[in-house]
């Protein structure tokens, strides 16, 4: 089992950044796929970015471009996405997600088993 809180999230004028933050509790994190998916209204949950446990394996989304890195830190139990030239169109509800079994090229929201509440990005134009 494992619990995630995101925080990080706010609003930014085009072309700013952020920086996401996902805290994790349970006893399997540090052998979890981990994710961001984001939503925006009225669409469905996306994919953004996944990494495998250690760190090593990642993939993104094609809109990203380059735009944001994820990362992770097992020994904090964080994860992490950087969001640089953001978007209007980036403006979204996004969440971390973990999964046990899932290998982080599944970008199939349904395969995570575990959510946080969700973090706010809005971006202005």
């Known amino acids: 089992q494992v619990q995630l809180v995101e925080s990080g999230g706010g609003l930014v004028q085009a072309g700013g950044s952020l920086r996401l933050s996902c805290a994790a509790t349970?006893?399997?994190?540090?052998?979890?796929?981990l994710g961001w998916f984001r939503q925006a209204p009225g669409k469905e949950r996306e994919f953004v970015a996944g990494i495998d446990w250690i760190g090593v394996v990642t993939d993104y989304a094609d809109f990203v471009k380059g735009r944001f890195t994820i990362s992770r830190d097992n020994a904090k139990r964080a994860l992490y996405l950087q969001l640089n030239s953001l978007k209007p169109e980036d403006t979204a509800v996004y969440y971390c997600a973990g999964d046990q079994y899932v290998l982080v090229r599944n970008r199939n929201p349904s395969r995570y088993a575990y959510w946080g509440q969700g973090t706010q990005v809005t971006v202005s134009s």
């Open positions: 349970g006893r399997t994190f540090n052998s979890t796929t």
